[in-house]
């Protein structure tokens, strides 16, 4: 017999009968991406899986709780045969067949009049690959393709960068947490307004066209007026170019990300607002300390340590915080430890409330320290810990993953 190229193409199937024959993990799979494109799917199967009988809860779709039979199809566009019998799956594929509906045949994809490619989406975009049966080459090529459209190696589009800023969250420092989209505006910068906590190894990944401008703001050292970062963003959009605002973690977390959007709006100068992942949630996290847990902590404060408890200029009230028995993060609260442990014992928290410490989270050189809230001042001296880091306050800084 001779074999021929497989034909790829992209079928209509919104408001159209689907019918899913088998309710395991492969129709599950299947039925996701069919829910997606609209179509109307019809399962029939004795049993299904938890999540196709939570489709079919939801009225994604319909479910008919017994064994094929001949008839099933009347009315489809496209069926799937996804059961673990080759006996019902050969005869789905021969009332297809009959019925002129293209078929897949899941346990033996050459028997059937379609084959589901591997697929990938990004940006509106869906990628397939066929590889005449060779799923794990098929699912390789997909996967490198999607990579290299979300890191900006392969253009998704032929119209030119339009003039405006787009403000990033680059997240907390480890490069490949930054957001899929982030990734992707900033591959398409023409000039990047650097903070230092944002993720600098794509810095380097940039072309030698792009104007870098660096932002950084060092603790009780040098640093750009925000006035100033406000005014490279309009000027430059102004001019033509497409701007990135590369920050730290998360632009609206005490990252002044909304002055820069009212400055931009204010001078007419579109922008976009990619978030990122939090240094809060992330730093822990990487270093073994849940900001929440199960019968632990039921509730997360976040709070600046930019202004010392009896600061006048302070709106934190840290007399609630010395009552509450969840779990506060402390961010920019290096310098100021102590005063901030004094407060919370004073109002409340017990001296061996744990502590974990986390600097420079996520990347190379991220250290970890855990102490007491009696004792982390003088822990922090010790280690020389030093800005960035992230403080966990709270009883999950207590928990390890051994138990």
């Known amino acids: ?47 299904v899986t938890p999540a196709v009988e939570g489709m079919a ?15 099933d199809l009347d009315g489809a566009w496209y069926a799937l045969a996804c059961t673990d019998d080759p006996e019902v799956n050969a005869a789905v594929g021969a009332e297809a067949e009959c019925r002129r509906v293209f078929c897949v045949r899941a346990d ?19 990628v397939g690959v066929l590889a005449k049966g060779a799923h794990r080459r098929s699912a390789a090529v997909r996967t490198a393709l999607v990579e290299a459209l979300q890191a900006g190696v392969v253009a998704d589009s032929a119209d030119p960068v339009l003039p405006g800023v787009a403000l990033v ?33 794509l810095i380097e990944e940039l072309g030698p066209d792009v104007e870098v401008i660096d932002a950084s703001k060092i603790p009780y050292g040098r640093a750009m007026a925000q006035q100033r970062i406000n005014e490279l963003l309009v000027e430059h959009a102004k001019a033509g170019k497409f701007v990135v605002r ?9 990252g002044r990300g909304f002055e820069e959007v009212q400055a931009c709006t204010a001078a007419g100068v579109p922008v976009t607002v990619v978030p990122g992942i939090t240094s809060a949630f992330a730093a822990p996290a990487v270093a073994g300390i849940p900001v929440s847990h199960r019968g632990v902590a039921h509730e997360i404060v976040v709070v600046s340590g930019h202004v010392a408890p009896d600061d006048p200029r302070s709106l934190v009230d840290w007399q609630a915080l010395g009552r509450m028995r969840g779990t506060i993060v402390l961010m920019m609260a290096v310098e100021r430890i102590a005063q901030f442990a004094a407060a919370l014992i004073e109002y409340g928290r017990p001296a061996d409330t744990p502590v974990g410490v986390i600097q420079d989270g996520t990347t190379r050189i991220q250290r970890t320290l855990r102490a ?9 001296k010790e280690q020389e810990i030093s800005p960035p ?15």
């Open 1 to 47: 017999m001779t074999q021929h190229d497989q034909y790829l193409v992209g079928l209509e199937l919104a408001g159209r009968k689907v019918v899913v024959v088998g309710g395991g993990q492969v129709a599950q799979r299947r039925i996701s991406r069919l829910i997606a494109s609209g179509a109307l799917v019809e399962v029939v199967a004795p049993d």
């Open 372 to 380: 007491t809230l009696g004792t982390v001042a003088m822990r922090i």
């Open 169 to 201: 969250g680059g997240g907390p420092g480890d490069p490949e947490l930054i957001t899929v989209r982030g990734r992707r505006l900033l591959s398409r910068a023409e000039v990047v307004v650097a903070d230092r906590l944002g993720p600098r190894d």
């Open 246 to 254: 590369l920050k730290g973690g998360d632009p609206f977390v005490y």
């Open 108 to 126: 033996d994809g050459r028997l059937g009049t379609a084959v589901t490619p591997a697929t990938g989406r990004y940006d509106g975009l869906t």
């Open 57 to 71: 809860s939801a009225r994604e779709i319909t479910w008919t709780p017994r064994r094929y039979a001949e008839g």
């Open 389 to 403: 880091a992230i403080i966990v306050i709270g009883p999950v800084a207590g928990l390890s993953a051994e138990g």
